[in-house]
Every structure is written in structure tokens, then in C-alpha cells.
């Protein structure tokens, strides 16, 4: 009869995004908390359960959720550690619990006075004696039958309330409900379950061709171990690829972005396709698709992972242009239109037109791409632009991918408007570029963390922190020089799980473009001349960061980050707390890299397990020093020049 | 190919109750106003549209939508007064507008300097000759070609951009756009459009016995005329009668709910059932179906209506029980069963086992009940405690009645938990009763019909305003006596567009049982001796505040309340205005029925269209006394013993 009619009100689920159109998301090992509003008509006593499972599998796990006030319930669970990748389903089920609202019938009754409870004793044997009949071999069974003896022969009403309230006999009933007359939620919920390293990681990108620093000349796969050695000595767990495909020839761009290419000049990675091919192939210059798989083996060797690049640009010396013409947008005369955000334009890249009337052997044709690289050993893509792209072209193809590749991560590189941001988020990927880059001042950092971590964002939204990126030196690090890349390098690496940076940031490269938030000589156009240890660099910081990161389950995740009150406007302050509590850092930031910044800031004691006057020891994760501090407030001094940061764990 | 996948994001629709599970409601007349996220990758202008037709209509109406920032749209339209009642279906159309984004393609060209733009020129002329095309044998057609020739001859960018906003064109290429890849909404969201009465009346609910006060004995349904003249003469616009039917005689209770029934004892309507039959009958005291039919008709002629109660109570005597005992809760010696709320023992009322095995033939049973009364011209039924039947039996019920009677208006009397009440107006009460009758203070005033009207809950529950029923009479009205019960009429009658008084209200009637919210001597027990002109009755203040709500169009909804300040905590002060602001009151009330409150109120001058410092006449519509008042600082004083309110309209 339970799917003749609901029998029990189940609504507004909490989190649920968009109705429950998109999944929310979660990594191995992390909980998963749902609240819902849970009722029914009349009296009875409601019981509700959440339950899950991976999508394909049975049976439903199950947990009790538990009421928290105005038929508001509330449920939690954890992806275990070995579920499968790929959807979990949930639902929550709920019935009118007969034997409870029966217990209170006697209660009340017995309470008010009276003498004898025949038939009410004759109901409740019989509630008893349908859960034994339930408990089937069960050996519960013949407890719950000696129970229903029991009720039967109790002597007066107090009696048949003492023996109906006995925690063995509410344990038992428990585990046999009647369920006939439940409800289920539906359509069942998603959660998408990622790899832990879907919310914890640290990337390194760098171009393989700048891989050895040389200004005359690139690098090739072969020779990118050094820098692979150096990013892993820095602690860094992926080595991210911009474009390592072939370049086109076809109007490339010189140094600077010149219009004017001189001989030898190595091009722009993101004109892809040339004679040597396309998207399947690599630049002949880094060397062989073998040289790839070589580094590649080296690269997972050391325990790293390797991020590729997936940029939908095509020089006109793709192959696609002859061999899928129509693909692309064409001018009246029949030409194929290069790509122009007027009055720019990019002469040496066709823009695929994702509504052209072949569209779907073009999304076939993309995805295979990346099924290619998959099988080639890839599992992480970052994602050149999406939000050029239909939203709906990328649900499909991230699907059709993780359906193969389960552990397959997605990033998004999309630095637009809000929602658009968002909606490739809930869409698929699995994390995204954020505004990070842009919010410097307290204010602005602890207003746009609020929205990531507080708001529904943080069910779907993995804020993937660069502090600067081949196209993007922010005013900020033009400015603030070395002192800045540590603020910047401290806020992302602790901010958030995953945080990344692109070569040269650890060396403090701050020359620009004048008036532009550019690089100038970006080594997007050119080969680039570098010692990667010059003096000055922070590589030791970024050395400790990491070390910090991954000794410390606290900065293992995004949203358990609390900001703590501070006196002064240019300190942040905020705590961060695994979800076993076992680990728990405070973190300090000045960011205000030029001056000396002091002042009072409150320790959350309550949360840090302190009595409130108590007096402790603060040990400086950074640097080792130990402070003695007591209760809340209490004073800090930021000199950027020395010091831009405390990480605080208590001793 | 719109139908291939979808072209532009539309998400986040609002209003949207439980993800579009339930409609919103509206009555004839009533705009509805649509906000939704609508973007889409790429730099293309969007265009949205809110379209909208009653469910099984064709074509949709369509109006544009406009972009309000950050990517969000809104747009309005009103339910027609010719609408069918019943369900209209909206859902929002965008696409990308390749004239739009053409237009902006080559202005940006010519502002950087193109000197020429031959093949855009073509691509304009395309566009406009598609639209040419589209419109057929429109006359639009030979315009739209002339423009394209305009376009094709341009002398230069410059002459080709001004061509091309000629605002004639851009209005005829918004008549005929190119929607060949456009997105729509999906699922279709709903609208339950209602008649005006849904939202605007007030109500007088009387016992027919009780017609003619007389203490020895009950008046029949030909002795009601006078009480329904003089209901009318108060302004009211709807007769609401208490149970008709015949009432059970097994275990009737007498006087004052007791448990000894005198000889002569009337009963208590809610048992119903007996020798004379069931729901479909009527009380043979009261006379018979052709005397209610008669009354029927004799309220209908003087432009008024009949709202019924709807209780599913059956006492022993009712003919279900004999003919389907299978529909009630048994023991387990197979008798029937009483209700109960231990240790509290209803001994002549047997509830309904809406899950008994032959639910079906309830439910049917139940439905054919409404479905028979309203064949005999009742279009309100007044449910009595919906919350202790199936919620989703409420939904199936209403859609079935309002089906066949889309005029059928639903109460739901439920007083109980806040998400069951809701829940009730989502799955289709009309209206419904409020926790009003015990919100006291202008505190808990404001608090409450803020939750009312500013929430969700403003597009699908509509309180209905009691602010005594026959089962309470509130502390407030015991304690406050006449003034208190002027107080509580004003708010009943100006807070919401719905309102009902149960006689005797007007008589200020507050005698109640000791220490309990409930009357002394109830009507619901026995015959009720009365002077329906008793010394010190409110008659004349609710038959002006009822003149007042109808000659004033902002009374007649509710969503338009608006509190303003007001520095005395004891004096509420708020504002309505009608959608097309030619009606505009604004009411100050004090809720302090014992002492003289006065103080200074703040006139939202600007919202009723004034200067901020201008002098200007109020007029007070309940005594019509005219008040010199300048700017928006104003002094009032309201002494409960002579006047309790102003309902005030600049003059």
C-alpha cells in the first residue's frame, strides 16, 4: 500500500540544487547531512529515516534522522572510504510509527487515570506480535514474542506501561517496524562522489617548453624532469600542462602578442592543430607522443598526477578546417571566420560553432579527445574557457566521461559573471577558478569566502584558488612584489583544499604589461629565460605550505574555514578544523604588504577545546616559534618584510 | 532544433513553491510577476520572454522579459478578468538574437576605426531577409526587405550602423525573430487562478438554530432570513453555517460539552449523522432540503453567498456505519472506535480510517459528498480540521471538485503546527485560517503578517481572518471587552482582503469558562437565548469598516500591506495601496485596549505622492472627520473608550 499514496509529508529537502537537477558533491570519506521538513496528519508518531546507496547498487544504507523542531529532521552520513566513484543516490523514507503513538496512547491514558486497558493491551500485543511475525528466523523473534506475552499478562495499566517501555523491547520494535504504510522521497537525490584529490591538491603549471629556462631556445618532454623534481620538492601534487599540442603556423602571434611572428618564433600553445596534427597530437617541438608517455610515467612515479589542458581553439592549420569545415562559423563568401571579441581580433584561431547542423558528430568528436587522453593516462583536465561553450554540451561530455573514467577531474577555467560560474559548477565540473585572484582586502576576502563556503555554492562549487595564471598578474603582485606573492601564497594554499600557482609565482616574476594586468615577455609567446632559483625566491615558503597542507587534515578541505574576529582591518584571521577535530590550525594574515601591521585578534577557545581564561602554548607552523598566549585576545605583529603570516596550531 | 538540447541557461524561477510541485495562486485581475537567472555562454544578447495561457489553451501570450542585472530577469503580466478559473501555465522563452548581437558586432567595428565591413554587411542583409521571410504576407515582409536593400547600399560602417538601429527595424526584427534555437522552461509551472471572492470578502458565520435567539428552542432554515438581512445590512458578503446535517443522538452532549444530554438538548452539529441520514441530509429540526434550498436562493437574490462546513466526523448513528463499518477504526473485539485525545474521550464521534483497506471507496464516497452539494449550488465549503486527514487526500479531493465547480472555494480550518498549515494551501485550500486570533501586540501584528505577505507564503496561502470562532473566544476579546473587540474587528477587516466574524462578535459576547479560551454556554451545545441589538454592539463600526473595504480597492487584497513606523510601541500603523495605486489608505490602530495610547507616526509620504515636507488633509473614512497634517511626523491618540482606530485616505 505505500505506493498507493504518500502517507507522510516530505519536502523541502536541504541541501538540493535547483530541485534536485544537479547532484550535489562530495569526496571520498566526506559527510553528507540532509535536512528535510517530515509530518503527518493527525497524532501519530513520525520515524524517518535517510537512506543511500550508489546509483545501480543495492540495498539502501540506512540512518535515523532525528527531529530539531518544527517538524524540521535531520540526518547525516559519510561516503564511505571504498564507495564506488560516480553518483550516490538518497532519499529519505517515512511512516507513522504505530507501536510508538500506541506507547503514548498508554501513557496518557494510564496518566489519566485509568483502571483498566483491555482493548488497549489487545492493540499492542498484537503491534508486538506483527513485528515478531516480521523478525521471521530472526531470533528477535522470540524475544518479541515473550514481549507480547508479557503485555498480555501485565496485571493493571502502570504495569502495561512499564513493560511496554522497556528499552529492549523499544530497541526490538525498532529494528522491526511496520514500513507498509512509509513514504519515500522522490525522485531519489544525487551526490556526485569525487577522489579525495577532487578537494585536496596542490597544482604546479608550467609550459614543458619553459621547462629549462633557456631564453633562446624551449624544452622538451624530455627534458621537463628537473622542474617535475622542483615542483615535487616544493610539496606539489599535480604538474598542470598548459596546451601541448601542435602550433598552428597560419598568422601566429610574436612575442608580446604581436601581430608580427619573426622566424623561430615558438607560438601560442592555445592556436592548436598544425601539419603534425591536432588535438590527439603533440607539438613536435616537446617531442613525441612516447617522449609524453615517458614524462607521464616519471610524473606518476613520483606520486604526482598530470593535469592537461583542453582548449577548444583551433589554428587554421587544424585538420578539423579541411576535414570538417563545417564545424566552423563561415562569412557569407564561404570563409571560415576567425575568432574576434571586436575590435580585437585573433586571426590565428577559428572558434568551433557548437550549433553548426553536424554539431553532433562535433561533441562526439570532443569528447572522443578526451577519452583519447584518458586512456593515454590523464584523469585531470582543466578547461580552457567552458563559458564560451553551451552549458548543456559540457553536462554531456563530463557524464559520458566520469561514466568511463570515474576518477576523471574537470576544472573550470571560466572567469566571468556569477551565475555563469555557477552553472558550469552544478553542470559538471568538479572545480572551478574563482575571483580569488581579484580579492585582496580583508573585506573582500572574507565576504566572497563567506559565499563560497556558507552558501548553497559550497555543495557544488570546488574554488580552485590561483593567485596568478599565464594570462593574469594581478595589480596586487605588480605592486606589493615579494611580499605580496607570500600573502598571496599563504591565502590560497589555506584558504582552500586545492590552490595552484603557475610558474615564475614562486620566484616572485612581477614585470608587467604597462597599464595591464599582463605579463610582460609572457611566456605564452616566447621562450622565456629564467633561473628557477633566482634570489628572492619564496620557494621555501611555498615548501612549508605544502608540508603544512599535507601533515594537517585541517587544510585538507575548504568548508570548515570560520573567520575569527580581528581588531584590525588589514589582519585576517580564521580557523580551520578537520571534521574529526583531531586537527585544528589558526591562521594570521597581513595583507597589507607594504606596512607593519598590529593588533588584537580573538581566538575562538570554546572551539579550539579551551577553558576561556586559560592560558596555552601557540606553536608557529611556519616557522616553529612558540607563543604563550591567554584566552581570546590577543596580540599580533605582521612586518612584511619579515613576516606575513602565523599558522597557529595550539601545543 | 530548439528541441535538441537547450541553447540558454534558465534556472532559478521565483516564485517556484517546492521546485514547481505546486502552483501559486492568483485570483481574476491579479498580475504575476516572474523573476529567472536566463544567460548563456558567449558574448550573444539574450532575449526572454514570460509566456503564459490557461492549461489546455493555445496559443501562449507572450510578454518580454527584461534583464534587471547580474543576469536575472523579471517580467509581469496580469490573469485576464475574462480568464477561465482554474490552471494557467507559464514558462519562459530566451534565446540568443543574432540582430542584437549583430548590431553590437558592428558598432564595436566601426568605433575601432573598420573602414570597411563588407562581409558583415552581408550577414546584417541575411538576418533582415530571414525575418522578411518569417513574416510571410505580413505587410512587415516588404518593409524588412526595403531595410535589407537600405543595408546591402550603406556608403561606409558608419552608414551601415545607422541604418541598422533604425529603430523601426529594430522594432520590426523584434516582431519577427528568428526562434529557431530558442530555449523553453521545463516542466510548464502552474497558476491557480481563482475567483475575486478567493481573496476579497467578509464573512458571517451563524448557527441556523440559533437564527432567531431564542433560549427555549432552535429556529429552522425559513426563520434565518432576519440574521442573514442583518448580516447583509453589516456588509457581509458570505452566509457561513455550521454543520446542517442530521446530528447523532447516541451519546449526545448537553449544555457546556457535558456528557448528560437533558431531553431536548440539541446536540452538537459536528456529530454528524443519524435517523435522517448522513452528509447529504440536513437536520429535520432545521427543516428540509427544499427549506435549505430555498434559503439558498433567498441569500443568493440578495447578492450574497453560502459557505458550508465540511467535517468528517460521523457519530454512532450515522448510516456509514452500519453500511460501511470496513471506513472506521475498530478494536480488537471488532467494535468501533470513539475518538480520542487521551485521557479526552469523544464518545459520539467516530473518526474515519482514511487508510482502511477500502480507501478507494471513501475517497470516492467523500468527493461524491462535496461534489453533491455543489450541484445544489454551495461554492464554499468551510474544512474542518483538514490537518488530521491525509494531506494528499486534500489535494486529490479539491482538484477533483474544482475540476467539474473551478468557482469551488476551499477553507481550511486548520489550527495546528506551522509546515502542516502551509502545507495545506500548497496542495490547494483556498484559504486559510491563522494563528491572527491570537496575535495580540503590535509586535507579534507586524512579526506575523510580514511572514504572511513578504514570504513564500504570499503566493500560495491567503489567510483568511477569524477573530473569534464558535469553538474560541481569545483571552484578549475576554479580557478587553468592547474595545478590545472594536480593535480586533479593525484588524480583522483591514489586515487581509478575507475576513468572518461567528456571531455574536458584534454583540461583543465574551463570556467564557473559566480559565479556558472557550465560550460559556456555547451555541455548539445548546439553544442561545440573544438580542441581535443588545446595548453596546459593534454593529455600525463593522457595517462601515465593510462600506470601507468595499468602496476602497486597497482592501480588497492582502500582499499590499506595508508597515510603516511608528514610535508608540502600542500603536500599529500600516499602508495599502491598490495595484494601480488610485486607492490608498493608511491605518493606524492602537492594540491597547485599556489605556489611552498616543504618539507620532511617520506618513510614507513619498509612497502615497507627496513631498516630503508638503501639508495635506486626511481624511478619516470611519468617522469623516478631516485632520490638517504636515510632512511625515504626525501625532496621534487613540483612546480605546471612544475610538480605536483611524482608516485615513488623503484628501
Known amino acids: 500500500m505505500s505506493t498507493l499514496f504518500p502517507t507522510v509529508v516530505i519536502e523541502h529537502l536541504s541541501p538540493q540544487i535547483e530541485g534536485g537537477h544537479y547532484p550535489i558533491k562530495r569526496v571520498l570519506g566526506e559527510e553528507v547531512t540532509i535536512d528535510a521538513d517530515i509530518f503527518k496528519e ?31 529532521w535531520t540526518g547525516s552520513f559519510s561516503i564511505g572510504a571504498e564507495s564506488p566513484l ?129 631564453g633562446e631556445s624551449g624544452s622538451t618532454f624530455r627534458q621537463c624532469l628537473e622542474r617535475v623534481d622542483d615542483a615535487r620538492a616544493m610539496g606539489f601534487d599535480v604538474i598542470y600542462f598548459p596546451p601541448i599540442h601542435p602550433i598552428g603556423i597560419t598568422a601566429r602571434k610574436g612575442a608580446n602578442n604581436s601581430l608580427f611572428c619573426k622566424p623561430g618564433d615558438p607560438g601560442v600553445p ?11 597530437a603533440v607539438e613536435p617541438e616537446l617531442g613525441t607522443l612516447e617522449d609524453f608517455a615517458w614524462l607521464l610515467a616519471e610524473i606518476q612515479a613520483r606520486g604526482m598526477e598530470v593535469a592537461l589542458d583542453f582548449a577548444l581553439n583551433c589554428s587554421p592549420d587544424h585538420p578539423y578546417v579541411k576535414e570538417h569545415p563545417e564545424w566552423f562559423f563561415h562569412r557569407p563568401d564561404g570563409s571560415i571566420k ?136 594581478p595589480w596586487y603582485l605588480q605592486e606589493g612584489g615579494r611580499p605580496a606573492f607570500m600573502i598571496r601564497a599563504v591565502l590560497s594554499a589555506t584558504l582552500s583544499g586545492i590552490y595552484g600557482i603557475s610558474s615564475g609565482f614562486e620566484l616572485c616574476e612581477n614585470a608587467a604589461l604597462p597599464g595591464r594586468e599582463e605579463y610582460l615577455d609572457s611566456e605564452k609567446y616566447q621562450y622565456k629565460q629564467r633561473d628557477w632559483n633566482v634570489s628572492g625566491n619564496i620557494k621555501p615558503l611555498i615548501t612549508r605550505l605544502n608540508a603544512i597542507r599535507h601533515d594537517n587534515a585541517a587544510l585538507q578541505q575548504t568548508n570548515n574555514l570560520v573567520f575569527c574576529d580581528s581588531e584590525n582591518s588589514a589582519i585576517l584571521c580564521y580557523r580551520k578544523t578537520s571534521a574529526d577535530k583531531s586537527s585544528s590550525l589558526l591562521i594570521v594574515v597581513t595583507t597589507d604588504f607594504r606596512n607593519v601591521q598590529s593588533g588584537w585578534i580573538h581566538v575562538p577557545t570554546g572551539d579550539l577545546g579551551m577553558a576561556p581564561d586559560s592560558s596555552y602554548q601557540m606553536e608557529d607552523l611556519l616557522t616553529g616559534e612558540v607563543f604563550l598566549w591567554q584566552g581570546a585576545r590577543n596580540f599580533v605583529s605582521l612586518d612584511p618584510s619579515r613576516r606575513v603570516a602565523h599558522i597557529l596550531r595550539v601545543k
Request: charge should be neutral.
Open 338 to 473: 576567425y575568432a574576434e571579441n571586436p575590435p580585437k581580433k585573433y586571426e590565428d584561431v577559428y572558434p568551433l560553432n557548437f550549433y553548426n547542423p553536424e554539431w553532433k558528430s562535433l561533441w562526439n568528436e570532443l569528447r572522443d579527445l578526451l577519452l583519447c587522453w584518458a586512456e593515454r593516462g590523464v584523469r585531470i583536465f582543466r578547461v580552457d574557457n567552458p563559458h564560451t561553450k553551451p552549458v548543456v554540451f559540457w553536462e554531456w561530455v563530463i557524464a559520458q566521461v566520469q561514466a568511463q573514467f570515474p576518477d576523471t577531474i574537470f576544472l573550470s577555467e571560466a572567469f566571468t559573471r556569477p551565475k555563469m560560474m555557477r552553472v558550469l559548477a552544478k553542470a559538471g565540473f568538479t572545480q572551478s577558478y574563482t575571483y580569488f585572484t581579484w580579492r585582496n582586502t580583508r573585506a573582500e576576502l572574507e565576504e566572497y569566502f563567506t559565499e563560497l563556503t556558507r552558501s548553497e555554492m559550497r555543495e557544488y562549487f570546488r574554488p580552485h584558488l590561483f593567485p596568478n595564471t599565464p594570462d593574469i598578474l
Open 42 to 72: 493527525g497524532h501519530d508518531v513520525v520515524l524517518a529515516l535517510l537512506k543511500w546507496r550508489p546509483v545501480g547498487a543495492m540495498p539502501w544504507q540506512e540512518v535515523s534522522m532525528r527531529c530539531i523542531g518544527n517538524d524540521r
Open 86 to 214: 560516480g553518483f550516490t543516490e538518497y532519499t529519505i523514507e517515512a511512516w507513522g510509527d504505530a507501536f510508538a503513538s500506541w506507547i503514548e496512547e498508554i501513557q496518557k491514558k494510564c496518566t489519566g487515570g485509568a483502571t483498566s486497558l483491555l482493548s488497549e493491551t489487545l492493540e499492542g500485543v498484537a503491534l508486538v506480535q506483527e513485528a515478531a511475525k516480521r523478525a521471521g528466523k530472526n531470533p528477535a523473534s522470540k524475544k518479541l514474542a515473550a514481549f507480547a506475552n508479557a503485555l498480555k499478562t501485565a496485571s493493571d495499566p502502570a504495569a502495561l506501561v512499564a513493560t511496554a517501555t522497556e528499552p529492549a523491547l523499544i530497541s526490538l520494535m525498532g529494528q522491526w517496524p511496520d514500513r507498509a504504510l512509509s513514504s519515500t522521497y522522490e525522485p531519489f537525490q544525487k551526490i556526485r562522489v569525487d577522489r579525495p584529490g577532487a578537494a585536496f591538491s596542490a597544482w604546479y603549471e608550467f609550459f614543458p617548453r619553459s621547462a629549462e629556462g633557456k
Open 270 to 280: 592555445y592556436a592548436i592543430g598544425g601539419p603534425a596534427g591536432g588535438h590527439r
